[in-house]
C-alpha cells in the first residue's frame, strides 16, 4: 500500500529556517511528480511547490526565493527547504504524489490531479 510520511514541522521565529521530509512506501518517487501543499487555518489548501521526475521544479510566488523543494530518488524521500519564515507561512504542510503530467499543468496548485497524499505536519511561525 502506497504511503507518504511527512516529518519535520514544528514551531519556529519569524526568519527562522525549518526542513520539512516526506518519505514514501511502497512508491518510487522517480518517475512521478511530486509536490508540497499548505493549508493556513481557516483558508483553502494551496500549492507551495513542485518537483518533476527530471527534477524540474516550480513554486508558489508567495514561497519563490525562500523555498526550495528537492528530492532524493535513493532515500524517496522528497524535501522542503523553508528559509526566511514569515507567519503567514504557518499552516499544515502536506506531500503529494501524482503522475508526471502534473507537473506539466498550470492547474498544479490546486491538487486535484495529485492522488497520493500524507497525514501534514504542522508548521507555526508566530507572529
Known amino acids: 500500500q502506497v504511503q507518504l510520511v511527512e516529518s519535520g514541522g514544528g514551531s519556529v521565529q519569524a526568519g527562522g529556517s525549518l526542513r520539512l521530509s516526506c518519505t514514501a512506501s511502497?512508491?518510487?518517487?522517480?518517475?512521478?511528480?511530486m509536490g508540497w501543499f499548505r493549508q493556513p487555518p481557516g483558508k483553502e489548501r494551496e500549492g507551495v511547490a513542485i518537483?518533476?521526475?527530471?527534477?524540474?521544479?516550480a513554486y508558489a510566488d508567495s514561497v519563490k526565493g525562500r523555498f526550495t523543494i528537492s528530492k532524493d530518488n535513493a532515500k524517496n524521500t522528497l524535501y522542503l527547504q523553508m528559509n526566511s519564515l514569515k507567519p503567514e507561512d504557518t499552516a499544515t504542510y502536506y506531500c503529494a504524489a501524482g503522475p508526471w503530467r502534473s507537473c506539466y499543468s498550470d492547474s498544479w496548485p490546486m491538487g486535484a490531479d495529485f492522488g497520493v497524499w500524507g497525514q501534514g505536519t504542522q508548521v507555526t511561525v508566530p507572529s
Open positions: 511502497g512508491y518510487t518517487y522517480s518517475s512521478v511528480c
Open positions: 518537483i518533476s521526475s527530471s527534477g524540474g521544479t
